[in-house]
């Protein structure tokens, strides 16, 4: 008997660099998988939410500049310890949509299906044929 996650994933929505600002709005969704410099690119599961559905979220998003400042808005985020995964907790948190990318350099989980578009409809449609 194989048990399944009651979690979803953190999914990157679009190619970059993980940004400081990016992964701070990110981590309020759930555990981040990545720390920042992190390469990344749309599909790649960046971290594990709360709750039972996958969120795409942009870890690449920068914070808009403005001439305009006030005294504590510009204070350093503070990031959570990125929980490092490896290749046991990668393959005990894959799901069945997912897979691993294994390097020398590094272990990545991904969508089988990068795009999200796709990605829904294949959901929609296996959902679909369930019925």
């Known amino acids: 008997d194989i048990s399944t ?4 994933s953190l999914i990157a929505s679009e190619s ?6 990016g992964l701070y709005n990110a981590q309020e969704r759930g555990t981040l998988f990545i720390a920042p410099g ?6 790649m599961v960046v ?8 969120i795409t979220v942009n870890v690449c998003k920068r914070k ?3 001439n305009t400042r006030s005294s504590g808005a510009d204070d350093a985020l503070r990031l959570v310890t990125p929980v490092s995964m490896s290749l046991e907790k990668c393959l005990e948190f894959i799901s069945d949509d997912e897979l691993l990318e294994v390097t020398p350099k590094s272990l990545r989980l991904r969508k089988t299906i990068l795009d999200k ?3 829904d409809r294949a959901t929609a449609n296996r959902n679909k044929n369930k019925d």
């Not at 970059?16 to 600002?21: K, S």
């Open 117 to 119: 578009g796709d990605r």
């Open 64 to 66: 808009h500049l403005t």
């Open 16 to 21: 970059g660099t993980a940004i400081t600002y």
């Open 5 to 8: 996650r009651s979690r979803g």
């Open 38 to 43: 992190t390469e990344v690119y749309a599909g």
């Open 47 to 54: 971290g594990e939410n709360a709750r039972n559905v996958d």
